[in-house]
Nanobody, 118 residues
Framework: QVQLQESGPGLVKPSQVLSLTCSVS??????????WNWIRQPPGKGLEWMGA???????YYSPSLNRRTTISRDTSKNHFSLQLSSVTPEDTAVYYC??????????WGQGTQVTVSS
């Protein structure tokens, strides 16, 4: 059974880079059939797909966040990471990592709250 766990700072200052890591067990990010996604939910709003990295290393990003988002991976540690640059308070959200297709993630981490504030 796959398990995903997000980790990273819970507070980021405006204009800085938000960095999160998703540690995966029970599946290999390098060989899985599935993609590895980052999704967020701002307070009072719906889920927003941010991007994904496939097992072949190709990355895919939401057009609205493309210029600020980088997804990378470390296959030796079986984890993948999110970097979101130039953050503003509007980037405050619960951030999730998830396995699945890019349209239908099916296995989720528990989520981690990130607040952007000075």
């Amino acid at each position: 059974q796959v398990q995903l766990q997000e980790s990273g700072p819970g507070l980021v200052k405006p204009s800085q880079v938000l960095s999160l890591t998703c540690s995966v067990s029970g599946d290999s990010i390098a060989t899985s059939y599935y993609a590895w996604n980052w999704i967020r939910q701002p307070p009072g709003k719906g889920l927003e797909w941010m991007g994904a990295i496939a097992s072949d290393g190709h990355t895919y990003y939401s057009p609205s966040l493309n210029r600020r988002t980088t997804i990378s991976r470390d296959t030796s540690k079986n984890h993948f990471s999110l970097q979101l640059s130039s953050v503003t308070p509007e980037d405050t959200a619960v951030y999730y990592c998830a396995r699945g297709t890019m349209t239908t993630p099916t296995s989720w981490g528990q989520g981690t709250q990130v607040t952007v504030s000075s």
